[in-house]
């Protein structure tokens, strides 16, 4: 597998773009998103588990009932959620598209993200539409990704190909995510292409096994989205026999859904609202996969333990307090605990007690920005890994007045 | 029932005191306390859920097992938790103190407070344990409550008065708990003290059914402590026929029980790490209980919600999402909210969508230090009280250094 540049547009077959449109004030940052299919694309989605819901994913869901999507728009700067007529606008922007694309409007995805609660206007978006259509290319992949970005302080994009049934096959995506991250289920606002032939089936299985490993078990500050979601279109154009069952070229396509997705989550992890360091926990020798997963994911989710990563400080009594409320069947007292990074690791706890260790080596290998905490549970065989980041000033900052 | 002076010391036949013995490096700050009963008193105790727990915990557990205590005592600066060494340094404290003071060692309640695994010494406790004793009086409340302190800015203490079997009773209580504040079945540190005669199951009944509607409602940071504790002694000095069943008398000790249990939750809430605003979320309408504590206890710790309070930022769309991963069974179509402060009350959200509402207005009534989050979920009649606090720099601040 080899990653490559494009983006959404790399499979073969798709084209993306995005323009200011006007929803938001600035008029410096792209607000409104396509990216468009050149044939019919097998397609899914996997959604918010919020009670409270955005009105596009409903309107997603019905467009997606029969597995087949050509396109998708995407709007930023308003989430399009709590509003009485939510789903009539989703709706509308639906037809919009399909009208200046020539498509059907049920084969269309449509998002929105930005602030709950305000009523969205049509106007902006139908009047934006005509320069969107204009602004779609094969190289759009870049403009569609800054199109979908709210407090993102980094374009997030990747892509990488594979091969299926002899034929080259390339997979792509992008994202937006930084703030109201910690998907159950579903996560975020992200967009795959691929130019597999693959039944739609088969791609609704891929996709929603991939999300329990990858978006699932990330997390910026513990709330889970009222507009989440991962959606996946897979056109058929790299010419490849269609991946019907599984067996070798499923495997393939799944090796490469999870190099684009766990890449997207460490992008997302890492622009975090406010975050000067990405961290990864890597938990090993657990009882079971639920237990190694509930133990990864509570030690990048606990306040206390992210404030003091981005303090530098090595205060790994935190992360075992995160193991001990995480609901995890541990044994406490068999836990080892080691920070690392580039500039090296060091063992901090083992058995569940403290080890001398040396400050110093310790506050420089927490100093970079990519910081790894592994923690062993000599407890079984089963290993799980959470992204998330550190909890800083900034965090607070932007969302202490985020709406203004 | 009244409002009283004296703490831990308002009820009859208890003492109190605190010093500095040498924990801490500060010299200015009390780390020791001690409360004495003059006679054996009825006595129970919640705990932390971590699974990770304090020494002093397993400690105390074993000497409540007979539901009788006669002293407290408690140090801060070093949690004794996950430690090698920790049950035996822990029951060293009970024999210490057991030998100052004239009593038993099983019968003593032993909690610590700090850093989670650095090996408490017991040398500055031997040391320092005729100081205490000598400081221990019956005004020695507030002195007791300055040596449980980590990194709390106000000392929290409450009494009541209440009448059981013609008798006049009384029950105080101290608390220390700024971070890591997010119990299950207990929390943080209180100890509580009552003159009247109860039977020891009966306290055991009145203290579990208590702290589910009060500590278990209040959240700093989402982070359950391995040390949290509540513990009440009862010792019948005020002479009223002993309480051993339900009925008027049980009732009366109930009620004084959660006015001083919710009046400290209430100051720990306010006292959050880096807190500037006591934030109070009632449910009312809910289908349950449950769905009504869920409901109230996830908008409070949520961090974009405790974010937007700091920035005095009416983002009811915060609520409306918090209330959607709660986990409680709703109608988010038929919820209303409104913010009340002493500045007023403004409804912001009505039947799960928006209302116009003036943003200035709402400023206003949020800039105040105690906001009412308050929700209606027309679902049924359970209701639910939730305390927390806004998410500020300083709770940045001070956990991103704790240690140094």
């Not at 009523?119 to 979908?148: C, F, K, R, T, Y």
Request: glycine letters at 10%.
């Amino acid at each position: 597998m080899e990653h490559i540049s494009g983006g959404v547009c790399a499979p073969k077959g798709f084209k993306a773009g995005g323009v200011h449109c006007g929803i938001r004030k600035n008029r410096v940052k792209r607000d409104l998103s396509l990216i468009i299919s050149e044939v019919p694309a097998s397609a899914s989605a996997v959604y918010t588990q919020n009670l409270v819901k955005g009105a596009p994913i409903y309107v997603t869901q019905r467009n997606l009932a029969d597995g087949i999507a050509q396109a998708a728009i995407c709007n930023s700067g308003n989430a399009n959620t709590c509003n009485a007529d939510g789903e009539e606008i989703a709706w509308k922007m639906c037809e919009l598209t399909a009208a200046q694309a020539n498509l059907d409007p049920r084969n269309i995805i449509v998002a929105s993200t930005g602030v709950i609660g305000q009523p969205l206007s049509i106007e902006p978006i139908a009047n934006g539409m005509p320069a969107l259509m204009a602004a779609v290319n094969g190289n759009g992949s870049q403009e569609a990704a800054e199109g979908i970005m709210t407090t993102d302080t980094r374009l997030k994009e990747v892509a990488v190909t594979f091969t299926a049934g002899g034929k080259e096959c390339r997979l792509g995506g992008i994202a937006k995510g930084s703030g109201m991250i910690h998907p159950n289920l579903a996560t975020m606002l992200v967009f795959l292409t691929c130019d597999a032939a693959i039944a739609p089936q088969m791609l609704k299985k891929a996709l929603a096994d991939n999300v329990k490993d990858t978006f699932n078990m990330t997390s910026v500050d513990g709330d889970t989205s009222t507009n989440d979601m991962v959606c996946i279109m897979s056109n058929g154009v790299a010419g490849n026999a269609e991946i019907t069952a599984e067996g070798t070229d499923y495997d393939a396509f799944c090796e490469a859904l999870n190099e684009v997705t766990s890449t997207l989550c460490r992008m997302i992890a890492k622009d975090g609202e406010g975050a000067t360091r990405l961290l990864t926990c890597i938990v090993k020798g657990g009882k079971t996969v639920k237990d190694a997963k509930l133990a990864a994911k509570s030690v990048v989710c606990s306040s206390l333990f992210k404030a003091a990563i981005f303090g530098a400080d090595a205060n790994w009594g935190r992360v075992l307090c995160a193991l001990g409320y995480s609901g995890a069947d541990i044994d406490v007292k068999a836990v080892d605990v080691t920070f690392r990074s580039v500039k090296g690791e060091i063992t901090v706890c083992q058995n569940g007690a403290s080890l001398p260790f040396s400050e110093e080596n310790a506050k420089e290998i927490l100093l970079e920005d990519e910081i790894d905490v592994l923690i062993t549970l000599h407890d079984g065989d089963a290993s799980a890994t959470a992204w998330g980041c550190d909890l800083t000033y900034d965090y607070v900052k932007i969302n202490g007045d985020y709406r203004t």
